[in-house]
């Protein structure tokens, strides 16, 4: 009995995750300095782009990249 609620619980929750994870990466990609990809993933946003770490570790745009959402 459990089941069928159980199991229509998680397809929801999955449904609003994988909606949720689309509308961020939406929003990111408008922030998104140039030379970065932003694209929904499996486990979430997948953020790429050459030299992306040095990127990262030098540019704050990309440090702050989804903050406050």
């Known amino acids: 009995m459990f089941e069928k609620l159980i199991s229509r619980a998680a397809a ?29 993933a499996p486990e979430g946003v997948l953020l790429s782009g050459r030299d992306l770490a040095r990127r990262f570790a030098l540019d704050p745009a990309l440090r702050l990249l989804g903050r406050g959402r």
């Open 12 to 40: 929801l929750a999955g449904s609003a995750a994988r909606r949720r994870r689309d509308e961020l990466a939406e929003a990111w990609r408008e922030e998104a300095p140039a030379g970065v990809r932003i694209d929904p």
